[in-house]
């Protein structure tokens, strides 16, 4: 049976195998191209699909990030109006926010003895460095943060106290050669990224004398290593003082700190002299020039240009009175006899304030050579007054037709009447003497007035500060754009958008060739426009989640011709497929869209509820895209995204309840007015960073009388009605064990945003841990 089961099988065999081959050998030419182009296409679809992914993705990373940039700009705008009101609370409070916001060095700081009286213990097993530094002591300092070691706070103030020596003998614009030199390495932000900076010095070589460096600012804030990178930055600048270069980034700003996570790193790693280490280090930033040349004809900035953009001015003024790009420099003004006068003047009340603001659309549009975007200024200037967390801005004025002028009374020291400049700063108008101006520019030190030829002096000095000022937040947070001109920089807030024209017109005044600059992440980690005149380099690789940017750096030869550099620091990537890539990044992204929709779910709803008359629930895909647009202002193709955000009726339309399904409160909120929790939702981050100002022992702890004036204060500045006695009821809710102390960290955490998922799989994993351990 089996001999014959053989047989019969062997014949089929054959027939099989004969027609394999003669299909193998001689296939239908027809078939096998319709085969190739079925196969073409699909793939064709597929990659398209897998890119439209990849680029709704990064547009929700990059809008939410420039979203929270607006946000800043609001909560410093906050901080000013804060020291302005703060009579209730106790001294500490306002001495704090007074010494973050406007701070004075203290004179200790400035002397040797503010390092040489901390002692470092014998237990001490980090590296101990020696000053001047050697090659053997950045080894020692790159060999302890590789190991995860900790620099005493000794050390780190002793190389922050060099630092600041060195930088005050430098200009405000580096000038480079490359005649001494084969190339010039330039790298973009790091921000607090330790890693990238080991692999970029892993690569490219250590600094030292063969291969110099300029970095080009935002060294900090974001990454947890921020301290880390500077105090490796800065000691190789001492070290190599001619071959290693650092930009100042908008980054480089004590009030930025306060949000992106470089002031709370440095607290929760030097808890005895963090604060210190913040003083002086707010000095350092204050001290790093601005910009760099190299040759004569490659400027590198960090954040662009605009159309007032002026190299020879910007070398003149002295750099560290600007603290702050985000801050008007009022301390200027306190010396002066008529300063109280003026700013009496100028309306510094809360009502006046409120009344005086423009939309930051408004105070670009003085300039003449702004004409060609006054219309889309306009435009889009009705609508940012209905949000206050995107209507702040420092754009910069640009002409005096700009700046209305104001009588101000007569002061004692000033038998004569001087005028006021309204000058738009942040979100509201700050006041500023207008000076005579001098016949030349460069002669306004030597400006004579027989009538108090002092207090005069010193108006132009505050004035020209001020225009110095303008023109740093230009240079550090300004963005290129594809059309000619130069408008406002409302997605982040502060700066502009420069055209090629612009970039044409600097690059020809001052005879460069090319601009390079950083401030804006990118896929490839380098991007180039404007007719290949501007380079953007950003050096922070897997910026907003694994896989989803690369790092790069640039070297430039005496050809002057950039040479680009990619890399990637993490080795889990390198086994993602770019669908898995994709994949991971949009459902971070998507993740912290929903939580940005749930933060505004009042708003969303009211403009939706307008367009659902009848109460059902739904409305149109477009009705709904266009309240989410109005709304949120993150410019996002939101009709794409729906799939991803909410569910379709059975006839086509949104259930725009849907959208917040997936998100729930950390705790709980019983006691609480939805009104209320709303605006503590949105508010979260800036209510966290005000309460630890007020805990100046980072106790957890704030007093209820504290809680309660803050956030009357907050509330009263946002404009946000929200009745007394909903706060009064809230404070005593949380303070749960009643002894009139609010554990603020726990009150944070009922106001954050959950997913549901994430806590079933939190659930589950802890029930499956507890079988295991039964």
């Known amino acids: 049976m089996g001999c014959g089961t053989s047989v019969a099988t062997e014949p089929q065999g054959k027939r099989v195998e004969d027609a394999w081959a003669d299909a193998t050998v001689s296939p239908s030419p027809a078939l096998t191209m319709k085969a190739a182009v079925l196969i073409q296409r699909w793939y064709r679809r597929y990659m398209a699909r897998l890119e439209m992914r ?87 300092l790159l060999s302890a943060f590789k190991e995860q070691q900790t620099l005493h706070a000794r050390y780190v103030l002793q190389l922050l106290y060099e630092t600041k020596k060195l930088l005050k003998q430098m200009p405000n614009i580096i000038h480079l050669s490359t005649s001494n030199t084969n190339e010039i390495t330039i790298c973009g932000d790091l921000h607090g990224r330790l890693d990238d900076l080991l692999l970029i010095f892993y690569k490219n070589g250590l600094p030292s004398a063969e291969t110099p460096y300029v970095f080009n600012g935002d060294f900090v804030d974001r990454g947890k290593k921020s301290i880390e990178v500077v105090s490796l930055l800065f000691a190789y600048l001492l070290l190599y003082p001619d071959y290693m270069h650092l930009n100042r980034g908008n980054h480089e700003d004590h009030i930025m700190n306060l949000r992106y996570g470089f002031t709370k790193e440095v607290m929760q790693k030097y808890k005895t002299h963090g604060s210190e280490i913040l003083q002086l280090i707010q000095d350092v930033f204050s001290l790093l020039p601005v910009a760099t040349v190299i ?61 005086n603001q423009r939309t930051p659309n408004q105070r670009r549009q003085c300039g003449h050579s702004r004409q060609d975007s006054a219309a889309s200024s306009s435009s889009s200037s009705s609508s940012s007054s209905s949000s206050l967390s995107s209507s702040s801005s420092f754009c910069s004025p640009r002409t005096s ?160 011709v950039p040479r680009f550099y990619q890399y990637q620091v993490s080795r889990t990537t390198r086994k993602l497929t770019l669908t898995q890539s994709v994949r991971a990044a949009e459902g971070t992204a998507l993740k912290a869209l929903k939580e940005k929709l749930f933060t505004h779910r009042s708003e969303l709803l009211s403009g939706l509820q307008q367009y659902d008359q009848n109460n059902t629930g739904c409305v149109s895909v477009s009705e709904w895209a266009q309240v989410f647009e109005s709304v949120l202002r993150l ?30 409160p950390g705790i709980p909120l019983t006691q609480v007015t939805q009104k209320l929790a709303d605006t503590l939702f949105r508010y979260r981050t800036h209510i966290e960073i005000i309460f630890n100002f007020i805990d100046k022992d980072h106790s957890g702890l704030i007093s209820i009388e504290e809680f309660r004036h803050t956030w009357r204060l907050f509330s009263a500045h946002l404009g946000v009605d929200i009745d007394d006695r909903a706060i009064d009821d809230l404070a005593r809710s949380i303070d749960f064990n009643k002894d009139g102390s609010i554990d603020f960290t726990e009150f944070l955490k009922a106001f954050r945003v959950v997913h549901k998922l994430d806590n079933k799989e939190q659930q589950l994993n802890g029930k499956t841990a507890g079988g295991k351990r039964s």
């Open 54 to 140: 990849r680029r709704y993705t990064w547009n929700i990373f990059q809008s939410i990030e420039y979203a929270g940039e607006q946000d800043q700009l609001q909560l410093s705008s906050f901080f000013s109006f804060m020291l302005d009101n703060f009579t209730q609370l106790n001294v500490n409070g306002p001495d704090l926010i007074s010494q973050l916001l406007d701070p004075v060095v203290d004179p200790w700081l400035d002397r040797e003895t503010c390092y040489k009286l901390i002692p470092v213990p014998e237990s001490y097993t980090g590296p101990r460095l020696s000053f001047p530094l050697s090659v053997s002591d950045t080894n020692l």
């Open 295 to 355: 040759d004569g004809k490659i400027l590198i900035v960090h954040g662009g240009i605009s159309d007032q953009t002026d190299l020879d001015f910007l070398s003149s003024i002295d750099r560290q009175k600007v603290k702050s790009a985000m801050r008007f420099p009022k301390r200027s003004l306190e010396h002066l006899d008529i300063g109280h006068s003026c700013r009496l003047a100028a309306g510094s009340h809360p009502s006046s304030h409120s009344k």
């Open 401 to 560: 037709s700009c700046l209305s002028p104001r009588p101000c009374p007569s002061s004692p020291s000033m038998p004569y009447t001087i005028n006021v400049l309204q000058v738009p700063y942040l979100d509201s108008l700050s006041s500023v003497p207008p000076p005579a101006p001098p016949q030349h520019d460069r002669e306004w030190k030597q400006v004579r007035v027989d009538l108090a030829p002092h207090s005069v002096v010193s108006l132009v000095q505050h004035f020209y500060l001020l225009s110095f000022l303008l023109q740093v937040v230009d240079i550090l947070w300004s963005d290129p754009k594809i059309q000619d001109g130069c408008s406002p920089n409302t997605s982040r807030g502060g700066g502009c958008y420069f055209g090629p024209d612009v970039t044409r017109r600097l690059l020809l005044q001052h005879g460069l060739q090319l601009l390079i600059r950083s401030h804006e992440c990118k896929q490839e980690g380098y991007e180039l426009c404007h007719g290949g005149q501007v380079i953007t380099i950003f050096s922070a690789s897997n910026y907003y989640e694994e896989g989803s940017n690369r790092g790069a750096y640039i070297k430039v030869g005496r050809e002057l």
């Open 635 to 664: 410019n996002l193709p939101w009709r794409t995204l729906r799939p991803h955000l909410a569910r379709l009726a059975p006839d086509g339309s949104v259930d725009y309840q849907s959208c917040f399904e997936d998100m729930e």
